[in-house]
């Protein structure tokens, strides 16, 4: 099992220690872990993740299942925070998204523009705000300069950055594509070099023809699932690593994956639509299951 972060070993400021402990010990699991609750699919993907479920279409269905379901906290853009989360605020810990875009565009020079400020998370009663960092896109420029700023900050602020570090563009396709091992760990450490906090990941996907892309040595790498998890755990030096459970899966599979993404070492988890995409009762059940899972390590 690798050594995942101790928040008593990280150099960070006191506003930041205080609401990361928050995040990591008053609520979800409890044990220094955190399980995040995303619903910021609305402004990625549009209406149609709601239509496997369509109670899932009020926000009030996710913020009363991080509630019931004792999540860390839950992700909201800011028109979402600021209707439904006064009557949450103080139960469900809020990690503001502060950039987003529509999935209408192609992702060959994907970029996230901001939409909410750090101070809007402070006002907001926020305990981590999020960014969505594209890596490698052709647009990476503009994407690292406003990162900064935001940084810049959040760090006056006292305010953890939770960086969502997607791999993007033609030049990754070229490369192995997004999810490849390569791609992942990639975004791992860049989120590391350029101070984020946290660092959300999808796992590595292994597709042989699209590895043999991948530049040396990826390409010749043979290694399993939770060979590849830990690799990008530990590239991530010390930032945080929350995986993400990505589109919906069968439960045994996505049970699994999560046990092995903890025993890797990363940080906790971060699931939305395997949660939210099914009958309420089914996602407390899962979520109690996911739990357990990440109490034992």
């Known amino acids: ?3 995942r972060p101790r928040l008593d070993d990280l150099h960070l400021s006191v506003g930041k220690r205080a609401r990361l402990y928050r995040l990591l010990y008053e609520h979800g699991p409890g044990n ?7 619903i910021d699919q609305g402004l990625e993907h549009g209406p149609v993740d709601f239509f496997a479920n369509p109670e899932a279409l009020n ?3 996710q913020a009363r299942l991080a509630l019931e379901g004792g999540y860390s906290g839950i992700v909201f853009h800011i028109g979402l925070a600021e209707k439904y989360m006064p009557k949450y605020a103080g139960k469900v810990p809020l990690v503001l998204k502060l950039n987003g875009k529509t999935n209408i565009p192609p992702d060959d020079e994907a970029f996230s523009p901001q939409t909410a400020t750090v101070e809007d998370a402070v006002r907001l009663g926020a305990d981590a ?4 960092l594209y890596v490698g896109s052709p647009a990476q420029d503009q994407d690292f300069i406003q990162f900064m700023q935001i940084r810049a900050e ?8 939770i960086v969502w570090a997607y791999p993007r563009g033609w030049a990754v396709e070229e490369k192995g594509g997004r999810d490849s091992l390569y791609a992942v760990d990639y975004a791992a450490r ?9 660092v959300k990941l999808n796992v590595p996907d292994f597709e042989p023809e699209k590895n043999q892309a991948s530049p040396k040595p990826y390409n010749t790498l043979k290694v399993d699932y939770a060979q590849a998890v830990r690799k990008v755990v530990e590239s991530a030096g010390k930032t945080m690593v929350l995986f993400s459970g990505g589109s919906k899966m069968g439960d045994e599979d996505l ?3 999560a046990r092995i ?12 639509r395997n949660m939210w995409q099914r009958p309420y009762q089914e996602g407390l059940a899962l979520t109690a299951k996911i739990k357990e899972i990440m109490r034992a390590v």
Not at 32 to 38: A, C, D, I, Q, S
Not at 129 to 132: F, H, I
């Open 1 to 3: 099992m690798s050594p």
């Open 32 to 38: 220094g872990t955190m399980l995040l609750l995303p």
């Open 59 to 61: 926000p009030e269905y």
């Open 129 to 132: 705000v999020g960014y969505t």
């Open 154 to 161: 959040a760090e006056r602020f006292g305010m953890p950055v």
């Open 190 to 198: 860049v989120a590391d070099e350029l101070g984020a906090d946290v």
């Open 255 to 257: 049970l699994e994956k």
């Open 261 to 272: 993404c903890m025993e890797a070492g990363a940080t906790g988890l971060i699931f939305g």
